[in-house]
């Protein structure tokens, strides 16, 4: 085992024995089991930005919400995987996206299982993944969104937070009142302009 592999477990305990308060720990973990998911796995991030959350790359945020991120492999580090969802709850973290590819994704369901109470959403990042990511029994649950949604990942994140922060609840409604405005406006003007122009206007 590399010393950069075992120093990277050692400080997810070495936080996780650190008596911090929550407004200096990041509220959302985002996990992926290969550095190729990023593309897919990056909606997550995208979501939470645009509700305010900023990353936590170790140094801490002025955001009061913020989420951390990790390449975490269930089989090719298994280690790893138990390190990160064995600290989540000490670390601070309130919920975990975790996403995988692949028919054997089983990432998001073993994090589910080991950082329980912690609640885990899963990303399946291929059509091919998502019986492997939702198939957990009765008792250990996990939540997941379809192949490659991501982005929705982020915002149900945000939304089990929501619940505790009125902060955060408020940046929601924010958010889909716009989307709300912008099917709107283009209603108005399809239905204004008709099929033909509105199709050469967009």
């Given at each position: 085992m590399s010393t950069e592999f075992d120093d990277l477990i050692d400080e997810l305990?070495?936080?996780a024995a650190m008596d911090r308060p929550p407004a200096e720990t990041p509220d959302v973990g985002i996990v992926m089991g290969s550095d190729s998911d990023l593309d897919t796995m990056a909606g997550a991030y995208e979501a939470l930005s645009e509700l305010g959350f900023e990353e936590d790359t170790g140094e801490g945020t002025e955001s009061r919400f913020s989420y951390e991120?990790?390449?975490?492999?269930?089989?090719?580090?298994?280690?790893?995987?138990?390190?990160?969802a064995e600290t989540a709850r000490?670390?601070?973290l309130s919920v975990i996206i975790a996403?995988?590819?692949g028919k054997s994704?089983?990432?998001?369901?073993?994090?589910a299982s080991i950082a329980f109470p912690v609640p885990v959403i899963g990303v399946p990042v291929q059509e091919?993944?998502?019986d492997s990511v939702?198939?957990?029994p009765t008792g250990a649950p996990i939540v997941a969104v379809d192949a490659g949604k991501s982005f929705n990942a982020g915002l149900s994140a945000a939304q089990l937070l929501a619940s505790d922060h009125d902060e955060l609840a408020e940046r929601l409604i924010d958010y889909h009142e716009e989307l709300e405005s912008g099917v709107g406006t283009v209603s108005r003007e399809l239905h204004e302009q008709g099929i033909e122009v509105?199709?050469?206007d967009h």
């Amino acid at each position: 085992m590399s010393t950069e592999f075992d120093d990277l477990i050692d400080e997810l305990r070495s936080e996780a024995a650190m008596d911090r308060p929550p407004a200096e720990t990041p509220d959302v973990g985002i996990v992926m089991g290969s550095d190729s998911d990023l593309d897919t796995m990056a909606g997550a991030y995208e979501a939470l930005s645009e509700l305010g959350f900023e990353e936590d790359t170790g140094e801490g945020t002025e955001s009061r919400f913020s989420y951390e991120s990790y390449v975490v492999s269930a089989h090719r580090t298994p280690d790893l995987m138990y390190a990160y969802a064995e600290t989540a709850r000490e670390r601070g973290l309130s919920v975990i996206i975790a996403g995988a590819g692949g028919k054997s994704a089983d990432l998001p369901n073993m994090t589910a299982s080991i950082a329980f109470p912690v609640p885990v959403i899963g990303v399946p990042v291929q059509e091919k993944s998502v019986d492997s990511v939702i198939g957990m029994p009765t008792g250990a649950p996990i939540v997941a969104v379809d192949a490659g949604k991501s982005f929705n990942a982020g915002l149900s994140a945000a939304q089990l937070l929501a619940s505790d922060h009125d902060e955060l609840a408020e940046r929601l409604i924010d958010y889909h009142e716009e989307l709300e405005s912008g099917v709107g406006t283009v209603s108005r003007e399809l239905h204004e302009q008709g099929i033909e122009v509105f199709r050469e206007d967009h």
